[in-house]
């Protein structure tokens, strides 16, 4: 089970930190990964972590604004968000899966477990 906090409101240039801690046992093999779903847009990939070696990745349009990290102890993902524009709204969610290669960390339809979303709303 994933357990995702850490949306508001902020304005424009601020920051939030998203927090997803997972209750299941994990793997080395486990990669935790966070999406969006704009309003009525597609849910879309945001970023990636391995559990196991920390290898990270991004989608483009928050690379150098947004940081993933990990913190093993206690199965929990982090997502640091910066400067944070008005179309970085949405909801946010985390996933988590235990068998995906590389190639598809960024595709939602290859995790197998997703947590509540959470909202965040950058206002201009």
């Known amino acids: 089970q994933l357990q995702a906090s850490g949306g508001g409101p902020v304005q424009t240039g601020g920051s939030l930190r998203l927090s997803c801690a997972l209750s299941?046992?994990?793997?080395?093999?486990?990669?935790m990964g966070w999406f969006r779903q704009p309003p009525g847009k597609e849910r879309e990939f945001v970023a990636a972590?391995?559990?196991?070696?920390?290898?990270?990745a991004y989608a483009d349009s928050v690379k150098g604004r947004f940081t993933i990290s990990r913190d093993t102890a206690k199965n929990t993902v982090y997502l640091q968000m910066d400067n944070l524009k008005p179309e970085d709204t949405a909801v946010y969610y985390c996933?988590?899966?235990?068998?995906?290669?590389?190639?598809?960390?960024?595709?939602?339809?290859?995790?197998?477990?997703w947590g509540q979303g959470t909202q965040v709303t950058v206002s201009s």
């Open positions: 996933a988590a899966d235990g068998t995906l290669i590389r190639s598809s960390w960024s595709n939602a339809a290859q995790y197998g477990y």
């Open positions: 299941e046992r994990t793997s080395w093999r486990t990669v």
């Open positions: 972590i391995s559990l196991g070696d920390g290898n990270k």
